[in-house]
C-alpha cells in the first residue's frame, strides 16, 4: 500500500531549540505539502513543494522553513521553536490514487514546545 | 478567508440512524474532496465530486455540490460505531499542484 511516513509521532522541545519534522512518501509524487491542525482552525498550510528544491509558501508560513533535496522526502523546520507552534503536523503527498489526484497523509507528528 | 465553513462542527448519533454534514466556501468550488480522520491520527481521503457532478455514492456514502451555492454535503446512511471520526471538506478551488483548501471539520459520534 502506498504510504507517507512521518519519522516522529510525538515530540517534545524547549522555546528556542531548532526542530526537524520529517516526511517520506513511496509514491513517486511531485508535490508534497505540510499541514499544521488546530482545535476549532482545522488544516492550515505551512509550506508545500512541487518539485526537488522548489517550494511555496502557504497560508502561514512564518516561523517555518522547509527543505527538499530529494523527490521522497520533504522537511519541515521550525528554526527557534515558540511555543504557539505546539500543534499536530500534517505531511501530504499528491498523485494519482483510484483514479483521481488526491492527498495522501501521514500519521501526523504532535509537537510540544515547553 | 478561503477557508470551507463545515457545519454541524458537532454530530452525535445512534448506530443505524443517518448522518449528514455540510460544507460551503465563499470562493468557487473545483474538484470537492471530502476526508475522514480517525483520532490522532492522519487524514484518508473519502470521495471526490467533480465541478461537473451533481451527486456521487460510495458505499454508504452519498456526497451532493451544489457549485451555485458552493456547497456540498456528505451523508453517511446506516452509520456504524466505527464512522465515529472527524470529517473535513477540502476543495482544489482554481489552484494547481494540488493544493487544498479545508474545512474546519465536523466531529461524528456514533453510539453503539
Known amino acids: 500500500d502506498v504510504k507517507v511516513t512521518q519519522s516522529s509521532r510525538y515530540l517534545v522541545k524547549r522555546t528556542g531549540e531548532k526542530v526537524f519534522l520529517e516526511c517520506v512518501q513511496d509514491?513517486?509524487?511531485?508535490?508534497m505539502f505540510w499541514y499544521r491542525q488546530d482545535p476549532g482552525l482545522g488544516l492550515r498550510l505551512i509550506y508545500f513543494?512541487?518539485?526537488?528544491?522548489?517550494?511555496e509558501k502557504g497560508d502561514i508560513p512564518e516561523g517555518y522553513s522547509v527543505s527538499r533535496e530529494k523527490k521522497e522526502r520533504f522537511s519541515l523546520i521550525l528554526e527557534s521553536a515558540s511555543t504557539n507552534q505546539t500543534s499536530m503536523y500534517l505531511c501530504?503527498?499528491?498523485?494519482?490514487?483510484?483514479?483521481?489526484?488526491?492527498?495522501?497523509f501521514g500519521a501526523g507528528s504532535r509537537l510540544t514546545v515547553l | 478567508s478561503q477557508q470551507g465553513e463545515e457545519d454541524p462542527q458537532a454530530l452525535s448519533i445512534q448506530e443505524g440512524e443517518n448522518a449528514t454534514m455540510n460544507c460551503s466556501y465563499k470562493?468557487?468550488?473545483?474538484?470537492l474532496q471530502w476526508y475522514r480522520q480517525n483520532s490522532g491520527r492522519g487524514l484518508v481521503h473519502l470521495i471526490l465530486?467533480?465541478?461537473?457532478?451533481r451527486e456521487k455514492h460510495s458505499g454508504r456514502l452519498r456526497v451532493t455540490l451544489d457549485t451555485s451555492k458552493k456547497s456540498s454535503s456528505l451523508l453517511i446512511t446506516a452509520s456504524r460505531a466505527a464512522d465515529t471520526a472527524s470529517y473535513f471538506c477540502?476543495?482544489?478551488?482554481?489552484?494547481?499542484?494540488?493544493?487544498?483548501?479545508f474545512g474546519q471539520g465536523t466531529i461524528l459520534t456514533v453510539h453503539p
Open positions: 501530504a503527498s499528491h498523485g494519482r490514487r483510484g483514479g483521481a489526484n488526491v492527498l495522501t
Open positions: 509514491m513517486d509524487h511531485e508535490n
Open positions: 513543494s512541487y518539485d526537488v528544491k522548489m517550494k
Open positions: 470562493t468557487s468550488i473545483n474538484n
Open positions: 465530486i467533480r465541478s461537473n457532478e
Open positions: 477540502a476543495n482544489a478551488g482554481g489552484t494547481s499542484y494540488g493544493k487544498l483548501t
